[in-house]
């Protein structure tokens, strides 16, 4: 079975402009999340999507950053303008999160942006 | 917000030697998961760990999650270069929503 699938793997963009990163959950998986991981650091989450309704998104910077995950499957992850601190690798996981459960996240080898 | 705070930031140890790499906070988890992440790579899964005072051993791994469900500790015995990575824990909230990382251990096992 395929895991989580990222593209574009690598970026390299002047600063403000727009840039965009998919993200192909593994089939059948219901929660989608978006992290941020700067060099050396923790990922820290920038949206989490149960379905197609995110469900916390209280760390994404809305004046720059947007998401969507269309028909609960694929979602995509943009940045428009993008501004030097945006530098960073963008982790796409998903889970099969039941009620009342714990879940296990899969990752995907994530987008490493670079802004000149 | 609940803050997990990994110590050492880094470490550097000959292979065949024995480390423990701790997660601390003051929040109270539901569980904590540990991950190992490969440079080009996202982190993968090791262990989670439930309930209050568990030990899980994998392999040459054993995690410990403290009894107040605070904190967590990663030792590896007799460490190999192929345990090289930067080690994460992973807090999850009563909803089992994961919801803090650490900011993690960079682990290099010299040969």
């Known amino acids: 079975e395929a895991g989580v699938v990222q593209s574009p793997r690598y970026k390299i963009i002047e600063k403000k402009q727009p840039v965009a990163f998919w993200c192909n959950p593994i089939?059948?998986?219901?929660?989608l999340y978006w992290y941020l991981q700067n060099l050396g650091q923790g990922p820290e989450l920038l949206i989490r999507?149960?379905?197609?309704?995110?469900?916390?998104d209280s760390q994404l910077p809305k004046d720059r950053f947007s998401a969507e995950r269309l028909k609960g499957v694929d979602s995509t992850l943009k940045i428009q303008p993008a501004e030097l601190g945006d530098s960073a690798v963008y982790l796409c996981a998903s889970s099969l999160k039941l009620a009342g459960a714990g879940e296990t996240q899969y990752f995907g080898p994530g987008t490493r942006l670079l802004v000149l | 917000t609940q803050l997990l705070e990994q110590s050492p930031q880094f470490l550097s140890i000959q292979e065949g030697e024995n480390l423990t790499v701790y997660c601390n906070s003051s929040?109270?988890?539901?569980?904590l998961q540990w991950y190992r992440q490969e440079p080009g790579e996202g982190p993968v899964l090791l262990v989670t760990v439930v309930t209050g005072g568990e030990v899980k051993k994998l392999k040459r791994l054993t995690f410990q999650f403290g009894d107040a469900r605070k904190d967590s500790s990663l030792h590896i015995t007799a460490a190999q270069p192929g345990d090289t990575g930067l080690y994460l824990c992973?807090?999850?909230?009563?909803?089992?929503?994961?919801?803090?990382f650490g900011g993690g251990t960079r682990l290099m096992v010299k040969p």
């Open positions: 999507y149960e379905n197609e309704e995110a469900v916390d």
């Open positions: 992973a807090g999850a909230d009563n909803a089992g929503n994961m919801l803090t």
């Open positions: 929040s109270v988890f539901s569980s």
């Open positions: 089939s059948g998986h219901n929660t």
